[in-house]
């Protein structure tokens, strides 16, 4: 991992974020390693309530509090604790080191301000522009994310645009201060397919444009296949697993990562007679007040061992950079 | 048995848009605007398109939910339209509807009991001793155990609920089914569950089941034949396999392409389109999909190109093939 050490821009380790709250302790993060380098596109994949979105909260310092707390570990931002900084020098870096786009763009954008003025705001804030000189760069970003007639649409407000253009504004004032690191929140969930392959399309060639660091969260194993070059899978507020992707897809190692993949319909396999029975993972997804002992994956792993329901699996590497958390996979151990 | 099930035959749904304080009509979204299809005994057909093309107004002016403005349904070779109140509500119980939203199409204030004996109250029917075992049944079918019962919809998840929801279609022993997104508000790995209880249980019921979806991997994967819909209108339409193996007009062929697959080392070649969907109030003539299409001719912007047959069962309206 040191050796390693001078292309990571950001580097999470162990980081604790919980929720308070009368059932109990939410431990919605917990105990969350990686490391984003320089240029790459890494996936972050789970399903709802693996933590995904809090982790990526928790690097923004957008998580809400109360209830929530970042408790533990931290966040190093070139070799630089986040999480140690006071809340001013910290405003300066969230929107202009790292920026972030959001699942739902209507409800990100702020409906009685026009989507010149929202963009502007980043330049005023960021870089001291003036009104004018901020206007025009908002104009320029609106043409830089494909929006047609920019100096038109510069003065409409949210409502008067689709889905799709939304959220090109969202990319437009995400990227407007030149951000080392965009983190995107299920950026095209939202989003009708042709409109998210617009999207998907235009992150690339932006992200060629500015070799900027893109972490995409998302649920569809799909977008993690075509967009990523490193992939994070989360369960239950863990990584259980982190791979390249080709490596992820090809030499699967968790069971849980086996299963989700198993479990999706895939376009065209299908044939007259043979419908392969989509892999259920039995169960439903713990509750993160409530966690099961040992693997948090116990009780729904089709490979369960009695080890697994005592003791927690640790996230182990095997000096490739593919890491898992579970028992199969751990040489460490005699367990039979 | 020659009648199909259900013929659905040049189908329009217009919702006029009124302003101001008398009301006045300013203008129609033309949501659905003529479509035709047939569904056999036993046959599963998925109906796919992206949001505001009018699938889900097509799914429920074919059970008379919403009154079409044109058209006709035809129930085992029987109007709907000119049926009695009376009828259509006793035809009602053979065709049943499983929505999108497991939070929101289930009362919070009545018991998963009270839930799945709905339909039967108002219908009449397994009244008596015969209820109890009904419920049991619908709920061991659909996969939760009989204590569910007496809980309410807060105590389970969205997989859970949604299975409730299949219970409570499954009540009056329908012929039809009608599922809107069925499984669009689920995680992947609770998606796989009910995507197979779906087929299973359409296998043991001898069902027919209209799926209506935005995800054509879904709908490939349940359904045998399967219409493409883009505003308002059907642009193709063949069984499952030549859909995907075949695709003939240029919008299906967009829409496979948009599809991520999740295999790393298959890059597909993806059509992206320009511009966003017209409106429905102000459809684009001639072929309402002219003013994206990368395949656009002099002759779509002006006439609208008419259903071609390609073999057997594979209908698309392209002027890319005439003759």
């Known amino acids: 991992m040191t050796t ?136 320029e970003m609106l043409g830089r994310v494909q929006i047609p007639s920019p100096s038109k649409r510069v003065n409409e407000f949210p409502h008067q645009l689709s889905g799709g253009m939304r959220q090109r504004v969202m990319i437009a004032m995400a990227l407007s201060c030149d951000p080392e690191i965009l983190i995107a929140d299920e950026p095209t969930t939202a989003l009708d397919v042709t409109v998210q392959a617009q999207i998907l399309d235009l992150m690339q060639t932006l992200k060629q444009e500015y070799n900027t660091a893109i972490q995409l969260i998302t649920h569809d194993l799909g977008v993690i296949a075509e967009m990523t070059d490193r992939v994070v899978v989360m369960y239950a507020g863990q990584v259980v697993e982190e791979a390249l992707t080709l490596d992820l897809f090809k030499n699967t190692l968790h069971p849980y990562t086996r299963c989700l993949l198993q479990s999706i319909p895939v376009l065209g396999k299908r044939t007259l007679n043979d419908r392969r029975e989509l892999t259920e993972i039995k169960g439903m997804i713990p509750s993160l007040t409530d966690l099961p002992k040992g693997c948090r994956f116990n009780n729904r792993c089709p490979d369960t061992m009695d080890i697994c329901r005592k003791q927690a699996p640790k996230l182990m590497g095997d000096g490739s950079g593919h890491k898992v958390r579970c028992w199969l996979h751990d040489r460490s151990q005699n367990h039979g | 048995m020659d009648k199909p099930l259900l013929r659905v035959d040049d189908l329009k749904v217009h919702f006029p848009i009124k302003k101001g304080f008398f009301g006045k009509t300013s203008g129609v979204v033309h949501a659905v605007d003529g479509v035709s299809f047939k569904l056999k005994k036993g046959e599963t057909l998925g109906i796919v398109g992206e949001s505001g093309c009018g699938k889900t107004t097509a799914g429920l002016a074919a059970m008379h939910l919403i009154r079409p403005s044109n058209g006709h349904v035809f129930w085992k070779g029987e109007d709907i339209g000119k049926m009695s109140p009376r009828k259509l509500r006793a035809l009602r119980q053979k065709m049943q509807l499983i929505f999108q939203d497991p939070y929101s199409s289930l009362n919070p204030r009545m018991t998963i009991r009270q839930i799945i004996n709905d339909p039967m109250d108002i219908h009449r029917v397994f009244t008596g001793k015969e209820r109890k075992d009904r419920l049991n049944f619908l709920l061991d079918t659909v996969g939760l155990s009989p204590n569910a019962a007496d809980r309410y919809p807060h105590e389970f998840s969205g997989g859970q609920r949604q299975r409730i929801g299949i219970a409570r279609a499954l009540a009056l022993d329908p012929t039809l089914i009608i599922g809107d997104e069925p499984v669009s508000a689920l995680d992947v790995s609770i998606q796989a569950q009910i995507i197979n209880l779906l087929i299973r249980l359409k296998q043991s019921f001898d069902l027919s089941m209209i799926i209506i979806s935005h995800d054509l991997a879904v709908v490939e994967y349940i359904c045998d034949r399967i219409i493409v819909m883009y505003l308002g209108k059907i642009v193709e339409s063949s069984d499952f396999s030549s859909l995907y193996a075949n695709p003939r007009h240029p919008y299906t062929q967009t829409l496979l392409s948009a599809i991520p697959v999740p295999d790393p080392e298959k890059k597909t070649q993806r059509i992206i389109l320009k511009g966003d969907l017209p409106s429905p109030i102000n459809p684009p003539s001639g072929c309402r999909f002219h003013t994206r299409c990368p395949q656009r001719m002099a002759i779509c912007e002006t006439l609208e190109p008419e259903m071609k047959r390609f073999g057997s069962g594979h209908t698309a309206a392209c002027h890319l093939y005439e003759n």
Do not use: W
Request: aromatic fraction near 8%; proline fraction near 5%; charged fraction near 20%.
């Open chain 1, 4 to 139: 390693r050490a001078g292309l990571h821009i950001l580097s999470i380790q162990e980081l604790k974020t919980y929720f308070y709250s009368h059932q109990g302790v939410a431990r919605a993060v917990d105990g969350v390693s990686f490391d984003l380098n320089q240029g790459e596109v890494l996936g972050v994949v789970g399903e709802s309530g693996c933590g995904k979105s809090v982790t990526a909260q928790s690097i923004m310092q957008l998580v809400p509090d109360p209830p929530g707390k970042i408790v533990g570990g931290k966040i190093l931002f070139h070799g630089k604790n986040l999480l140690d900084l006071p809340p001013k020098e910290f405003r300066k870096i969230r929107g202009s080191g790292i920026a972030m786009i959001f699942q739902e763009p209507m409800t990100s954008l702020n409906p009685v301000f026009t989507i010149g003025d929202q963009i502007s705001e980043m330049f005023r804030i960021h870089k001291g522009f003036g009104k004018k000189q901020a206007l025009s760069s908002a104009v």
